[in-house]
């Protein structure tokens, strides 16, 4: 039997291509592809003579391009895309399995049960954030440099956001993986969890927002959120007695969430008994 | 793992690490303190490192734009041609930039240093300055004409064929002396600092460290930021259309940032009760985002004055320097020159000489 590790990486081999070219990396392709082309058309408006402000008496620019940047980071992918894609991919990771009734190969080989869902979680990461993280970098370059913004003073958020994508990629890759090991119709629970539930508790005061990955993505990007937006305002109001959490309370939440979901999911995957339906 | 995927990996991945080396190197070309001392206006090798406030004003790119072409469409017509005729300086076109610093002074004044770039008629400027009693004399082998204007000494000199300094003789002298090297402004670190805070694209800006004596000694009266504990401030601002200022304001401690902010949230409401009237000012108010950095101890205040607004302060502006410069009715009439007698009303000569004397 080979060792966990090695098995794994094999998995993560196997899983890929698959992953890559599947249908789902359309739809994947579709919401990593959105921001892209909005932030495009925002640069060529912006650069137009149309848009220019030669002659528009309203207020021109009340954002600045940093700002844009954070309020797409914020909006398009730590609200949607990265929770989207953690719910698609990381319920998959098993319940595909499960409905094509492939498992029962995965598990006939002489490797650990565990290490197929390691490997496919590996794969889910590779391959959602060769699709995202480029994405982002488009979205910044065609952005920040709008109206009066600098590139290279946005250059440490841009790596904070990467690195904030890439970590809520994970966890809620392994949220969702235990998820989909775990229940009979993960993707329903799943929309339901980060559609439902994230967006009502972290407005909710109270304890309840602690039991969200929102909360603690929402505590890391003080830079992304917006300042006037009606929501905001209205968080600012019922939260009135409570802080945000500081930055290492959220970064060691999202270690803990991603270590004890990814370990439940693997433990999950080793000892339950998968009945395939005919 | 397929060719195929193999190559979708190291695209993303190049386009990845494409863009983070790129923004990595606009960051330490423009983040770092000295680097923004190198790509910062080249005459900070004729200021004194000993400033404690600097301004800079990209004039070719203001007088350029459409808003300055819409300002001036809105100046009287003869305002602009007796300046050009007098000195041979077209401001829209024959100034490319300008900074102004200020060196504390002995006597707690504050010391003013101009330098203009552009294409200037030296011969004309030279003449005009001796015939208001100027004196030539030869400084480090440039030509320094210096006069007295009221109690202080000015002077001005071309330290390069295109560069004019003008402003106290003693900061002209420093200048010259500055063009064979020496510690000049980007050895200040604590403007540069300031400095690399700036949004590299302003088209004007201001910064000052107030946190020494005789720092404000330039500010009118009345008008003391240490009251409010602002230790140091930033402005600047960006033409494109409108104007979108920012402005940083920085304490000695958290809590005087806190004052600080909480002071113009304060101002802000007020204004906004009374404004409701004004819906120009009002979109200021609308448009004023007030921050503060906890860690940094920094006050943000940005805001966007759209041409709208302008156009109506400027309108504003222009009304209040008309009303300053009308004849007081209590006073005697001025004495009869070639157009008091002007039937149609014509007075722009004597309104020109009115204000070349004041």
């Not at chain 1, 954070?70 to 595909?96: C, E, H, K, N, Q």
């Not at chain 2, 203001?62 to 300046?83: A, C, G, N, W």
């Not at chain 2, 500055?178 to 800006?205: F, I």
Request: proline share 7%; hydrophobic share 50%.
């Amino acid at each position: 039997m080979l060792s966990f590790g090695r098995a794994a990486v094999r998995v993560f081999d196997l899983s890929l291509g698959e992953m890559l070219w599947s249908r789902r990396t359309v739809f994947m392709a579709v919401v990593a592809g959105g921001p892209m082309v909005i932030a495009v058309a925002l640069r060529i408006a912006a650069t137009s003579a149309a848009v220019r402000l030669t002659g528009s008496p309203g207020p021109s620019f009340a954002l600045g391009g940093p700002d844009i940047f954070g309020l797409m980071i914020w909006a398009f992918y730590l609200r949607f895309t990265v929770p989207v894609l953690g719910v698609f991919y990381g319920t998959s990771l098993i319940a595909d399995e499960v409905e094509d009734g492939t498992l029962t190969y995965l598990f006939s080989r002489p490797i650990p049960r565990g290490a197929i869902l390691v490997g496919k979680y590996l794969a889910y990461l590779v391959c959602t954030s060769v699709v995202v993280l480029p994405s982002v970098v488009v979205v910044y370059f065609s952005v920040v440099p709008l109206f009066g913004g600098s590139v290279g003073a946005g250059f440490p958020s841009l790596v904070v956001d990467l690195g904030l994508i890439g970590v809520g990629l994970a966890v809620y890759g392994a949220a969702f993986a235990f998820v989909g090991a775990r229940l009979r119709r993960p993707l329903l629970s799943g929309l339901l969890f980060i559609f439902g539930w994230e967006p009502v508790v972290v407005l909710v005061p109270g304890y309840m927002k602690n039991l969200s990955v929102a909360y603690y993505l929402q505590g890391l990007v003080p830079h992304a959120a917006p300042q006037d937006e009606p929501m905001t305002l209205l968080r600012s109001a019922l939260q009135t007695f409570d802080a945000a959490p500081a930055a290492w309370v959220c970064l060691l939440a999202l270690a803990v969430i991603w270590a004890v979901t990814l370990g439940a999911a693997v433990l999950t995957v080793e000892r339950r008994e998968y009945v395939l339906e005919r | 793992m397929t060719t195929r995927t193999c190559c979708v990996c190291l695209g993303a991945g190049g386009i990845l690490a494409a863009g983070l080396a790129g923004g990595l190197a606009a960051y330490l070309q423009g983040g770092l303190p000295a680097a923004a001392a190198e790509r910062r206006p080249d005459h900070f090798r004729y200021i004194p490192a000993d400033a404690h406030f600097v301004a800079f004003a990209d004039v070719r790119a203001v007088m350029t734009s459409d808003l300055s072409s819409r300002m001036r469409d809105r100046l009287p017509v003869d305002d602009e041609p007796d300046f050009e005729s007098r000195t041979g300086i077209r401001v829209a076109s024959d100034i490319d930039e300008v900074v102004v610093s200020l060196v504390p002074a002995p006597s707690d004044a504050a010391n003013l240093l101009l330098m203009l770039s552009g294409r200037f008629d030296r011969e004309r400027l030279e003449s005009l300055a001796i015939e208001h009693g100027g004196a030539v004399s030869e400084y480090r082998d440039h030509a320094l004409i210096a006069t007295n204007v009221g109690d202080s000494r000015l002077a001005l000199a071309f330290v390069e064929p295109e560069v004019l300094a003008v402003g106290s003789e003693a900061l002209v002298h420093d200048a010259l002396d500055l063009v064979d090297g020496g510690d000049n402004l980007t050895a200040n670190t604590r403007l540069m600092t300031l400095l690399a805070r700036v949004d590299p694209g302003s088209d004007a800006w201001a910064i000052g460290a107030l946190d020494h004596p005789g720092a404000t000694a330039w500010m009118p009266q009345g008008l003391d930021p240490r009251a409010l504990r602002v230790s140091a401030f930033t402005v600047a601002g960006r033409v494109n259309g409108g104007i979108r200022l920012a402005l940083e304001a920085e304490t000695p401690d958290e809590a005087a940032s806190q004052n600080l902010r909480d002071i113009l949230q304060g101002f802000i409401a007020l204004a906004r009760m009374q404004a409701g009237a004004q819906p120009e000012v009002a979109g200021i108010l609308d448009s004023m985002q007030l921050r503060a950095t906890p860690g940094e101890q920094v006050v943000h205040l940005s805001m966007t004055l759209p041409p709208a607004t302008l156009e109506w302060l400027w309108d504003r502006a222009l009304e209040g320097a008309g009303a300053a410069g009308s004849v007081d009715p209590e006073l005697p009439p001025p004495p009869a020159g070639p157009a008091a007698g002007d039937p149609g009303g014509n007075d722009a000569p004597a309104r020109r000489q009115d204000r070349q004397d004041r």
